[in-house]
């Protein structure tokens, strides 16, 4: 086997990957849009690479940030780890040694919010990890690799947070498959996302929903899925905003989140064009195209459905960039 020269880099290389909204109320399970706090903050994970001393012989992680006190106790239970060795693996199969290198993510998403933490924590470990390596692993390759690790945390591969998070801006995802394509975004949308600060697991949310759904209700939701793109695509942004309705998974998640029947009323009043689910939630999300409606909406949903200090509000635009450096 070919051993991979740790020597060629020798300073720390630190990745950013951001949150993402999946479903985005039209399209579950194949629709994920990239978030970018309009303040400048970094509303995503960080994974930070660097050498070990010596030779060593395993894997490093180190912790920290907001959410870190969520993760697990054990480092080998950790999804950056996980996804160390799978990639080490992927570069065996390739015919290559690596050296071990020490990891430490920044964990700024909080679990279970929503908002693809586990994808960002994923995708950037990934990244870090490939560019360190000077990118070995093709991109498809890469990709597919993220929404297998993806897959083991959910317990089904979607890419809607994945794609995003990776590429940015909005991004098509057709279940079942590893293609996934770049939507317009107008430029006047922003999202307003609030996480209330309490948790919901993607695997108790998807829980609730029907093994079936009627089939008035599957070609309404297909049609109206067909006519965003379409309104996207010829400009039509009042159109577009018209079809973020969501017809397969919020009848049944609504009730798993307290208080969002009275902020997707509330919010509507105020001049939000959407207001949906973010993800399984609990996150909720409301797309405006006015900043004084932007407002007034962040202002509404940190009043009344933000539950505790931990929670926060943004007002984002797309996150056109998707992972990078930031070092």
Known sequence: MNEMNQNFRKDPLAVYAPASVGNMSVGFDALGLALAPIDGSLLGDVVTLERLPGTAEDWELETEGAFADALPADAEDNIVLACCRVYQQAAEARGYTLNPLRARLEKRLPIGSGLGSSASSIVAALEALNRWHANLLPAQELFALMARMEGSISGEVHLDNVAPCLYGGLRLCPPGSQQEYALPWPAAWRAVVCWP?????????????????????????????????????????????????????????????????????????????????????????ALVDDWDVANRVAYWLDRHYRKNERGFVHVCRADLGGTRCID
């Open 197 to 285: 600060g309490t948790r919901l697991e993607t695997r108790e949310a998807r829980s609730v929903l029907p093994e079936e759904v009627p089939r008035k209700t599957a070609v309404r939701h297909g049609a109206q899925f067909a006519q965003f793109v379409h309104a996207l695509h010829s400009g039509n942004a009042g159109l577009a905003a018209q079809c973020v309705v969501d017809h397969i998974a919020e009848p049944y998640r609504r009730s798993l989140l307290p208080g969002f029947d009275e902020a997707r009323t509330e919010l509507a009043a105020l001049g939000a064009l959407a207001v949906g689910i973010s993800g399984s939630g609990p996150t909720v999300f």
